[in-house]
C-alpha cells in the first residue's frame, strides 16, 4: 500500500475479513480435533497426577465412607522412612536388574541368531517373537504350574527349596524376573532384529574389509551402531519392568508379597490403594515412582546424546 | 542409524549371506557348513526354549487332574481330555470374558485411533496459536506414566458411576500421546503439494483428512492400531481395580485369575483357560507381523 | 456465521483447572464420624412391625460359597423364596471371603451394597468399624427372636462388646486329615491319629522315615489362634478385643513358643515342607496327600466336602480325619469358632433390613441347618440340627463329619475359647505367617520369631487404631 493511496481499496478489506476468518476457522478447528484428547489427559492424566501431592497429606481410615484428616508432611515422611518401602525399593531395584539386562541380551542373541536369509528362518522368528502376544496373566499361569512344587516340573529337574519358588524369600523375586524376561523376549528380540536390519551395510562391509572379525566385529561395530536401538530398548524395557504388576499379584498375592521380597513399588501402590484403601500412603508412593521413573528417563536421554552422537561420527 | 517404520522381520540381510564370497576352498566350504549347523542348532534350541511353556500348558491341559501331579511329568499328552477346554469355557465362562475383552479392546482401540488421528491432524496440517505449547502438553503425558494417576482415577470413575462398566475400563485410556506423535509424524511425510493441490481443488480439511491424508498413512494406522490393541488386550492392573465380580465387565486377563483361583484341583482347565486366552494372539501375530515390527519399533524414530 | 476468536489459553485454564478441582475437591467422603453406638438397642428399624407394614421386597445377599456348597445354598433359597411371598432373595455369588470384603469395602464408596452380606470371620471388627452395619441385636429384640439352642460358643465369636452383632452361618474348625492307610504302612495305628502337638512332630518324622510322606505344613496363621484358645489364651488384650478395642497383640506366651517350636521342628527333621495360603500353591498340602508327598496335613473341615472328593481318586489314599492336635496334653481351652457369618447391612431400607433378617431367621433354623451342614460339611449351629436324621445318618456313615463340631461343642466357654476380633486382623496374620517363614529360611529362633511377630503386630494394631480414632 502506497502513502498516495489514501482510500484503502474496498476490495482488501473483505480480503482481510476473509483471511482473517478463515484463520480464526482454522484455530476453532484446531481446538476443536484437539479437544477430546485434552478431554481425557486433563482429566485422567494431569488431575490426578497433581491430587497426588494433595492426597498425600491426608490420613485416611481403614475403609472408605469415613472421613479423613489433614496430617501435612508427617505421612509422607513417615512412609518414606518406613522399612517396607525400602524393602520395596530394594525390591523394584533389583526386579528391573534382572529383567532388563537379560532380556535385552536375550533379545540380542537370538536377533544375531536370526539374522540370516536361511531356509525356515521365518519360522524362528515367528517363534522368538510370540512372547509378544502372551499376556502376563497367560505367562503367570503358565509358569506358575511349571513351578509348583507338587505339580510342576522343578521337582523332576531336582529343584526343591523350601519353601517353594514362589514362597522363597531369596528366590521368589528371581522366578518373578525370570517370567517377565520370558515376556519381554519376543518385544526385546523385534526390537533387536529391527535394530539390526537397519544397520548400514556399507559400514560393516567395510570393517569386514578391513580385517575385523568375529569378536572385534561385534564388540567395535555392530554394538557401537546399535547404540540407539539399546537405548530404545533400554527405555522400553525399564518402563516394562517398573510397570510389572499381573505376575506378582497372581503367583504371590497382596498377603505373601512383604514376606518374599517382591512387594516392588508399583505393587506396593496397589496395596495401599486397593487392600489398605489409604489413597493418601499410595499418592505419596505414586510420587516417588514417577520421581524414579522421570529421573531415569532424563539421565538416559542424556546418555543418549552423547553416545549417539559419538556413535555417529 | 534407528530403526526405520519399514523395518520387517523377513527382509534379509546383505551382509554375510550365504554364496556372498567369492567360492572358497574345500574346508572353508565346509567350515562355513559346520557354521550354518551350529546357527541352525542354536536357533533350535532357542526357539524350544522360548515355546516350551506354551507347549506345556498345552500338553497339561490335555492330562487328566490326577496325571498332572504325577512325577516325573508327563511331555505328552497321550490320551488326551478335551473335556478341559469344555469346562473352562463354560463354567470358567471365558467365553464371557473374551466377550467383554473384546468389546474393552474395541473400544480403546478405536477410541485411540480417533482422538490421534484427530490431534495429529491439527498438529500437522493446521496452525494455530499455542501451538507449540499444546505440543508440549502432549509430550508431558509421555511423562506421566498411568500407574502414578491410578489413585485418584479410581476415585473419579467410582464417582462418576462408571465402577465396573465399559465406561470405566476404557474411557481413561481413550487418548494416547504416543499415538498423536506417531500419526503426526506420518502426516509430516505426506508432501505440501499435495496438500495444496487438495486445497485448491477446495478440499476442506476434513474430506482432505478422510480421502487424502488417512489413506496415505494406513500402515501407521495399523501400526498404532496393533500397540492399541496389544496395550488395551494385556491390561491388568485397571481391570482388577474396575471390574466386580459378576462377569458384565471382567476382562480375560482378571478371569484367568479368577479360574486359577477357583479351579483347585482342575489345573488342566486354567491351562485351558490359558490357551483358549492366548490363540486370537498367536493367529493376530502370524497375520498382523509386519504391522506389529512397525509398531513396536516406530517409537525409536523421534 | 462469525467465527468466534479462540484467543483462549488452553493449556493455562487445563493446567489451573486441575489444580483448582485437586485444591478444592475433598478426599473423600462427606459422612460424619458418628458416636459410637449407644448401648440402647434401637428394635424399630429392623422389626417385625415394619417387615409387616411393607410391600414385598427383593434383597440382595452377597455370598461366597464354592460350588457344591454355593448349590446347597441355593436350595435353601429357593426353599425360602417359594415358602412366602413378602421376601424374594437373590443370590450374588463371589468369588471368595476376601473377595467380598474388598468388594463391600469398595460398596461404601461406590453405592453397590448388598442387603445382606456374608463376611468372614477375621472381618468382624472391620465390619464394625465401617459403621455400615446393623448390629443383629436389633433385630433380635424387633423381632422378638429366641436364640434357642444356637451353639453358644458360635454365637459368642460374633457378639463385641456384649452386642451380638451378626448371625453365625457357615461355620468350620481346623481339622487333621491324615491318610490311614501311610499310617499302617509306616507301623501307627491308623485309628490313633496324633491328639498333640508333640505327637505330631513324632508321628510326621516315622512317616517320612517310612517313606509315606510327611506333614503338610500349610502356614495358616489361623492355627496359632486356634492353639492360644485350646489353652484358654487370649490372642490380643481386652477381652480378645471382646471388652473394649483391642491395642496389643498377647499370643507371646509358652503356647506359642511351644507352638513355633514344634513346627520349626517338623520343618527341620525333613519330615514337613510348607505351602501358604495364597498364591499358586494354596492346594499343595492337600494335593501333596493324594500324591503320596504328605501322609497328614492340618486344613479346615470346611474344605472336607472337596477334599473327599479330591482324594477319592486316588487308590493309596484312605482319608482319616481328626480333631487339630493341641499343644496342651489335656487342653484347658476349645477351640475358636471359625468361618463365616450373616450381617445386615444398615444402608438399606428399613424394610429390606427386616427383610434380610427374616431370610437370615430361616438359614439358621432348625431344618436349614441340617440340609445345610449335611449339603457341606459345615458344623450344624443348633443342637436340635445336630439331632436331626440327616445329620444323625450323616454322621454314622461318614463319622469324619463330625468332628469339627465335637471341638466346638467340647470345653469351656471364655473370651478365650470365643475367638480374637481385631480390625487389622489381615495384616497381623500376615506379620504371623512372615514369623513362621523367617525360622524357616532365616533360622530365626522360634522364641525370636514369636516375640517378632508379636512386636509387628503391635505396630500394626495401633496404627489401624490411630487411623480409625482420628
Redesign the interface.
Known amino acids: 500500500m502506497t502513502t498516495t493511496d489514501l482510500a484503502v481499496p474496498d476490495e482488501s478489506a473483505p480480503v482481510r475479513r476473509h483471511a482473517l476468518?478463515r484463520r480464526?476457522?482454522e484455530?476453532?478447528l484446531a481446538?476443536l480435533l484437539?479437544l477430546p484428547a485434552?478431554l481425557v489427559f486433563?482429566v485422567f492424566t494431569?488431575?490426578p497426577f497433581?491430587?497426588n501431592?494433595?492426597?498425600a497429606l491426608?490420613?485416611?481410615?481403614?475403609?472408605?465412607?469415613?472421613?479423613?484428616?489433614y496430617v501435612g508432611l508427617s505421612q509422607v515422611g513417615s512412609v518414606l522412612s518406613s522399612t517396607s518401602f525400602h524393602q520395596s525399593l530394594v525390591s523394584t531395584f533389583f526386579y528391573v536388574l534382572m529383567v532388563v539386562p537379560v532380556g535385552l541380551l536375550g533379545g540380542l542373541l537370538l536377533a544375531i541368531a536370526a539374522h540370516k536369509a536361511i531356509r525356515g528362518m521365518s519360522m524362528f522368528r515367528t517363534a522368538f517373537s510370540s512372547t509378544v502376544v502372551s499376556s502376563v496373566a497367560v505367562a503367570a499361569v503358565v509358569f506358575?504350574?511349571l513351578?509348583?512344587?507338587?505339580?510342576g516340573l522343578l521337582p523332576w529337574l531336582g529343584i526343591d527349596p523350601?519353601?517353594?519358588i514362589?514362597?522363597?524369600?531369596?528366590w521368589a523375586l528371581p522366578a518373578v524376573s525370570l517370567i517377565a524376561v520370558w515376556q519381554f523376549l519376543g518385544l526385546s528380540f523385534i526390537i533387536m532384529t529391527a535394530g539390526l536390519q537397519s544397520l548400514p551395510d556399507e559400514i560393516l562391509e567395510a570393517a569386514r574389509l578391513d580385517g575385523a572379525g568375529g569378536w572385534t566385529m561385534f564388540w567395535r561395530v555392530t554394538v557401537p551402531l546399535l547404540s540407539p536401538t539399546l537405548f530404545f530398548g533400554l527405555v522400553v524395557g525399564t518402563i516394562y519392568a517398573f510397570q510389572s504388576f499381573g505376575q506378582i499379584d497372581?503367583?504371590?498375592?497382596?498377603?505373601?508379597s512383604?514376606?518374599t521380597h517382591t512387594n516392588v513399588l508399583l505393587y506396593y501402590v496397589y496395596q495401599a490403594l486397593?487392600?489398605q484403601?489409604?489413597?493418601?500412603v499410595a499418592a505419596v508412593l505414586s510420587i516417588v515412582l514417577f520421581i524414579i521413573l522421570l529421573v531415569f528417563t532424563l539421565a538416559q536421554m542424556r546418555y543418549l546424546e552423547r553416545r549417539v552422537t559419538y556413535a555417529a561420527n | 542409524m534407528p530403526p526405520t517404520e519399514s523395518a520387517t522381520l523377513d527382509r534379509p540381510t546383505g551382509a554375510g549371506q550365504p554364496g556372498s564370497a567369492t567360492p572358497a576352498p574345500t574346508p572353508h566350504r565346509r567350515r562355513r557348513r559346520a557354521r550354518l549347523f551350529l546357527r541352525y542348532v542354536l536357533l533350535s534350541v532357542g526357539a524350544v526354549v522360548i515355546l516350551f511353556p506354551l507347549y506345556m500348558a498345552v500338553v497339561n491341559s490335555l492330562l487328566a487332574?490326577?496325571q498332572i501331579?504325577?512325577?516325573p511329568p508327563p511331555f505328552f499328552p497321550f490320551n488326551p481330555q478335551w473335556g478341559s477346554y469344555r469346562k473352562a469355557w463354560t463354567e470358567g465362562d471365558l467365553g464371557i470374558y473374551l466377550r467383554n475383552s473384546a468389546i474393552q479392546t474395541s473400544v480403546i482401540v478405536a477410541g485411540q485411533l480417533a482422538t490421534s488421528i484427530l490431534a495429529a491432524y491439527a498438529f500437522a496440517f493446521l496452525d494455530?496459536?499455542?501451538k507449540r505449547?499444546?505440543f508440549i502438553?502432549f509430550l508431558a503425558t509421555l511423562m506421566i506414566p498411568f500407574e502414578v494417576t491410578i489413585a485418584t482415577n479410581l476415585?473419579t470413575v467410582?464417582?462418576l458411576?462408571w465402577?465396573?462398566t465399559f465406561a470405566g475400563l476404557t474411557i481413561p485410556f481413550l487418548a494416547t500421546g504416543f499415538g498423536t506423535f506417531l500419526l503426526r509424524q506420518a502426516f509430516l511425510q505426506i508432501p505440501r503439494d499435495l496438500r495444496e493441490a487438495a486445497q485448491l481443488d477446495g478440499y476442506g480439511n476434513m474430506r482432505f483428512l478422510w480421502f487424502v491424508a488417512l489413506p496415505l498413512v494406513r500402515p501407521a494406522l495399523a501400526a498404532l492400531g496393533v500397540f492399541s490393541f496389544l496395550g488395551a488386550w494385556n491390561q491388568y492392573l485397571w481391570p482388577l481395580l474396575v471390574t466386580?465380580?459378576?462377569n458384565s465387565v471382567r476382562t480375560v486377563q482378571i478371569g484367568l485369575k479368577?479360574l486359577?483361583?477357583?479351579q483347585?484341583?482342575q489345573i488342566n482347565v486354567s491351562l485351558a483357560g490359558t490357551v483358549i486366552a492366548v490363540i486370537p494372539l498367536l493367529i493376530i501375530l502370524v497375520v498382523f507381523q509386519k504391522q506389529l515390527v512397525r509398531s513396536l519399533t516406530s517409537g525409536a524414530v523421534k | 456465521m462469525?467465527?468466534?476468536?479462540?484467543?483462549v489459553?488452553?493449556?493455562a485454564p487445563?493446567?489451573a483447572?486441575?489444580?483448582v478441582?485437586?485444591?478444592c475437591?475433598s478426599?473423600?467422603?462427606?459422612?460424619?464420624?458418628t458416636a459410637a453406638p449407644a448401648a440402647a438397642t434401637d428394635s424399630k428399624t429392623c422389626s417385625s412391625a415394619s417387615l409387616a407394614a411393607s410391600a414385598p421386597v427383593t434383597i440382595n445377599f452377597w455370598e461366597s460359597m464354592?460350588?457344591a456348597n454355593g448349590q446347597t445354598l441355593q436350595t435353601l433359597t429357593d426353599q425360602f423364596n417359594s415358602s412366602q411371598s413378602k421376601v424374594h432373595v437373590n443370590l450374588?455369588?463371589?468369588?471368595?471371603y476376601n473377595?467380598?470384603w474388598?468388594?463391600y469395602?469398595?460398596g461404601?464408596?461406590?453405592?453397590?451394597l448388598p442387603d445382606v452380606v456374608q463376611l468372614q470371620d477375621t472381618d468382624t471388627q472391620?465390619a464394625i468399624?465401617?459403621?455400615?452395619i446393623q448390629p443383629a441385636q436389633n433385630c433380635i429384640a424387633g423381632f422378638n427372636y429366641s436364640v434357642g439352642d444356637l451353639l453358644p460358643r458360635a454365637l459368642a465369636y460374633w457378639n463385641v462388646g456384649s452386642v451380638q452383632q451378626a448371625m453365625p452361618f457357615a461355620v468350620s474348625g481346623p481339622v487333621l486329615f491324615y491318610n490311614k492307610l501311610a499310617f499302617q504302612k509306616a507301623g501307627l495305628d491308623p485309628n490313633a491319629p496324633p491328639s498333640t502337638m508333640t505327637q505330631l512332630v513324632t508321628d510326621a518324622k516315622t512317616l517320612k522315615t517310612a517313606g509315606q510322606g510327611g506333614m503338610g505344613l500349610k502356614l495358616d496363621p489361623w492355627y496359632l489362634e486356634t492353639e492360644q484358645a485350646s489353652a484358654n489364651q487370649l490372642f490380643v488384650n481386652n477381652g480378645n478385643g471382646r471388652t473394649t478395642r483391642a491395642t496389643k497383640a498377647v499370643f507371646d506366651n509358652s503356647i506359642g513358643t511351644q507352638f513355633f517350636t514344634d513346627l520349626k521342628q517338623m520343618?527341620s527333621d525333613g519330615s514337613a515342607?510348607?505351602?501358604?495360603?495364597?498364591?499358586?500353591?494354596?492346594?499343595?498340602n492337600?494335593?501333596?496327600v493324594?500324591?503320596g508327598?504328605y501322609s497328614m496335613t492340618i486344613d479346615t473341615s470346611a474344605a472336607l466336602g472337596?477334599v473327599q472328593?479330591?482324594l477319592s481318586?486316588?487308590p493309596n489314599v484312605q482319608l482319616g480325619v481328626a480333631p487339630l492336635p493341641t499343644v496342651q496334653t489335656t487342653p484347658t481351652g476349645g477351640v475358636q469358632p471359625a468361618g463365616s457369618a450373616l450381617w445386615v447391612v444398615k444402608k438399606s431400607s428399613p424394610a429390606k433390613q427386616s427383610a434380610a433378617w427374616q431370610y437370615i431367621a430361616f438359614l439358621d433354623s432348625t431344618a436349614s441347618q441340617a440340609t445345610w451342614s449335611a449339603g457341606t460339611g459345615y458344623v450344624p449351629l443348633r443342637t436340635s440340627s445336630a439331632q436331626s436324621s440327616t445329620i444323625q445318618s450323616l454322621w454314622s456313615t461318614s463319622p469324619q463329619f463330625k468332628v469339627a463340631y465335637t471341638q466346638l461343642t467340647s470345653g469351656v466357654q471364655s473370651q478365650a475359647t470365643a475367638g480374637a476380633v481385631l480390625?487389622?486382623f489381615?495384616v497381623v496374620?500376615?506379620a504371623i505367617?512372615?514369623a513362621e517363614?523367617s525360622m524357616?529360611?532365616?533360622s530365626v529362633a522360634p522364641a525370636a520369631a514369636l516375640s517378632r511377630a508379636q512386636t509387628a503386630s503391635d505396630g500394626l494394631i495401633a496404627t489401624?487404631n490411630?487411623?480409625?480414632g482420628?
Open positions: 476468518s480464526h476457522r484455530w476453532g481446538y484437539l485434552l486433563g494431569f488431575y497433581l491430587k501431592f494433595k492426597l491426608y490420613q485416611n481410615p481403614p475403609y472408605p465412607g469415613l472421613p479423613s484428616h506358575g504350574t513351578m509348583d512344587p507338587v505339580v523350601h519353601p517353594a514362589l514362597q522363597n524369600p531369596t497372581i503367583l504371590i498375592g497382596p498377603q505373601n512383604g514376606f486397593s487392600i484403601h489409604d489413597p493418601g | 487332574p490326577s501331579a504325577h512325577q494455530f496459536p499455542f505449547t499444546l502438553v476415585a467410582s464417582s458411576g465402577f465396573n466386580g465380580n459378576d479368577q486359577l483361583n477357583t483347585l484341583d | 462469525r467465527p468466534q476468536r479462540f484467543r489459553a488452553v493449556v487445563l493446567g483447572l486441575a489444580l478441582l485437586a485444591a475437591s478426599s473423600t467422603g462427606s459422612s460424619s464420624t464354592p460350588r450374588v455369588v463371589q468369588t471368595s473377595d467380598t474388598q468388594k469395602q469398595a461404601l464408596t461406590n453405592g453397590e472391620g468399624d465401617t459403621q455400615s520343618v515342607t510348607t505351602n501358604s495360603t495364597g498364591g499358586a500353591d494354596v492346594y499343595d492337600l494335593l501333596g493324594g500324591s508327598k472337596t472328593q479330591l481318586q486316588y480390625g487389622p489381615d496374620r500376615t505367617v512372615n517363614n524357616f529360611t532365616s489401624y490411630q487411623r480409625i482420628g
